[in-house]
C-alpha cells in the first residue's frame, strides 16, 4: 500500500498546498484514491459520449478534468500553480497549451502525420505540459481517444487497469514517453499498437 502523497512510480507527488484540497479526507493510499478517483472518472466519460462540441481547446480541457475529479478534488479544473517533477514552469502553462492546440490544428488540416500519430504526439506533449496538479496522466490518454475518435479512427488499447497501477506494462509506457521527449516516438507508436 502507498501514500497518495508520494511518488514512487513517475506520477508527480502532490505539493503542500494541494494536500488540504482533497475533498475526501478518509482516503490515504493510492489504491483507495485510484478507486474513488475512477468514480468520477466513468462519469465524465458517459458525459463525453453526448458531447458533440469542439475538444480542441483549453476550455474543454478544463471542464474535462472537472468533471472528472471534482469529486475528489477542489482544484479540478484548475491549473497547476506548483513546480513538479515533470512539466514546465506553472506560468508557461497557458501559453504552451495555447500552441499545442495551434499545433493539433494544424497537423490535422495538412495531415502532416497519420491519425494515430497526430493523437500521440498531443498525448505526449500534454503530459509534458502537465496542466494540472494531478490527473495528467488520465486526462491526457482521454484526450488521444478522443482525438482518435473525431478522426474516425479506432480508440488505442492502453491497457488502462494496469497503467494507473505499480506495473510492467506502466513502466514500458513511462520509458516510452521519456524516449518520446527525445523526438524519437517509436516506442509509444509500438506500444499503443
Ligand atoms: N518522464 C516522463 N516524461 C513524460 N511524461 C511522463 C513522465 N513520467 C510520467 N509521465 C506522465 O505523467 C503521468 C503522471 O502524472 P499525473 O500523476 O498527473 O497523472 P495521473 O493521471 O494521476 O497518472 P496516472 O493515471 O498515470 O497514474 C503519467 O501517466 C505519464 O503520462
Ligand atoms: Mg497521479
Redesign the pocket.
Given at each position: 500500500m502507498s501514500n497518495i502523497f508520494e511518488?514512487d512510480?513517475?506520477?508527480?507527488p502532490l505539493s503542500e498546498e494541494e494536500k488540504p484540497d482533497l475533498k475526501q479526507k478518509w482516503i490515504t493510499t493510492r489504491e483507495e484514491l485510484?478507486e474513488f478517483?475512477a468514480k468520477g472518472i466513468f462519469e465524465a466519460q458517459v458525459w463525453l459520449l453526448t458531447h458533440k462540441a469542439n475538444i480542441l481547446n483549453t476550455r474543454f480541457l478544463q471542464k474535462l478534468h472537472k468533471k472528472m475529479f471534482a469529486n475528489v478534488w477542489k482544484w479540478a479544473g484548475k491549473f497547476r500553480v506548483t513546480e513538479?517533477?515533470?512539466?514546465i514552469a506553472p506560468y508557461l502553462i497557458s501559453s504552451e497549451l495555447k500552441n499545442l492546440y495551434d499545433d493539433v490544428a494544424y497537423w490535422i488540416e495538412n495531415k502532416t502525420y497519420k491519425p494515430y500519430e497526430i493523437a500521440l504526439r498531443f498525448?505526449?506533449k500534454l503530459?509534458?505540459i502537465?496542466p494540472?496538479?494531478?490527473?495528467?496522466?488520465?486526462?491526457?490518454?482521454i484526450m488521444a481517444d478522443l482525438i482518435m475518435k473525431r478522426l474516425n479512427e479506432k480508440e488505442f488499447d492502453w491497457g488502462e487497469g494496469s497503467?494507473?497501477?505499480i506495473s510492467k506494462l506502466?513502466k514500458n509506457?513511462?520509458n516510452a514517453?521519456?524516449k518520446?521527449?527525445s523526438g524519437d516516438y517509436s516506442e509509444l507508436l509500438e506500444f499503443i499498437n
Open positions: 511518488a512510480d513517475s506520477s508527480t485510484n478517483e513538479k517533477n515533470i512539466g498525448h505526449h503530459v509534458h502537465h494540472f496538479p494531478n490527473g495528467n496522466g488520465r486526462i491526457s490518454r497503467l494507473i497501477e506502466r509506457y513511462i514517453l521519456r518520446a521527449a
